[in-house]
């Protein structure tokens, strides 16, 4: 497995790792992640990832939400 990392210079790192056919990029500052068959793929999902991850919640997000059941919660 192989790791790449690259900063834009204002402190927002992002790490490409390969593991058998898979890339993996992440967002260190955030902790988001995606993959891709390819590098672009991984990085382009990434990018969609984080764009929904800092789409801001409406503030009557949690009004219409029913209560989870899931053991985890």
Known sequence: MG?????N???????????????VAKDESSGVASQGKTKVKALENLA??????????PEDADED?????????
Do not use: C, K, M
């Open 3 to 7: 790791a790449q990392s690259r900063s």
């Open 9 to 23: 210079g204002n402190g927002e790192t992002i790490t490409v790792t390969r593991s058998d056919d898979w890339y």
């Open 48 to 57: 969609e990832a984080l764009e929904l991850h800092n789409r801001p919640v």
């Open 65 to 73: 939400r029913e209560p989870s059941t899931a053991p985890w919660f």
